[in-house]
């Protein structure tokens, strides 16, 4: 498949998964509102995933539906289940629903990052924790299970009481300065924190 029309991956939320799959989710309603747009432009049809309760980036994996497996969906669950609001109410686990880009709409009386399914809606239960590592040379929080080799981690965080303003600080410390305080803040997820130096 070709990545051309998704060179500005970046600006979204966004992470690789073990089969090197490119999984992208919106920062906000906007975001997903115009990142599915451009998917139904496509005509081709991609796995969507979105948490059970409302709050949650819609992610999409990148990739040709044949090629996606078992664990590319649950690592792209796991990513959707943390940066959704179920983060900061400290859930530890999260039903993600999955389905096809195909069975999505929207109607003019939807507000703003809403969108309808038609037809079959999978689930997978999933718990919430990321690792800290570098993906395309970036800070990233990530799926555990994303990742090829464990040596490469930098810490876990789990959904947790400290605010991630509060907790920036106390992570770059544990890190020795290897990044920013923004690059910290730009990788984690929103809410309370609780970091594990690996």
Request: proline residues 4%; charged residues 25%; glycine residues 8%.
């Amino acid at each position: 498949m070709s990545m051309k029309e998704f060179e500005d991956y970046k600006k979204y939320k966004w992470f690789y998964t073990s089969s090197d799959k490119l999984v992208i989710g919106g920062k906000n309603a906007v975001q997903n509102d115009s990142f599915l747009q451009k998917i139904k432009s496509l005509k081709k049809d991609f796995i969507v995933l979105h948490t059970e309760a409302p709050g949650s980036p819609f992610s999409i994996i990148i990739s040709d539906i044949n090629k996606i497996d078992k664990n590319d969906v649950e690592e792209s669950a796991v990513f959707t289940a943390c940066f959704s609001q179920a983060w900061k109410k400290g859930s530890k686990k999260v039903y993600v629903h999955f389905f096809n880009s195909n069975q999505i709409y929207k109607t003019k009386g939807m507000k703003s990052g809403t969108w309808g399914v038609i037809g079959n809606v999978k689930k997978i239960s999933v718990e919430l924790s990321l690792v800290l590592i570098k993906q395309q040379g970036i800070l990233r929080a990530v799926p555990e299970k994303s990742v090829k080799n464990k040596k490469n981690i930098f810490g876990i965080i789990y959904p947790g009481k400290i605010p991630k303003e509060e907790l920036a600080p106390k992570i770059l410390n544990e890190l020795n300065g290897l990044f920013t305080q923004y690059e910290i803040m730009s990788a984690i997820p929103s809410g309370g924190l609780r970091f594990c130096k690996k």
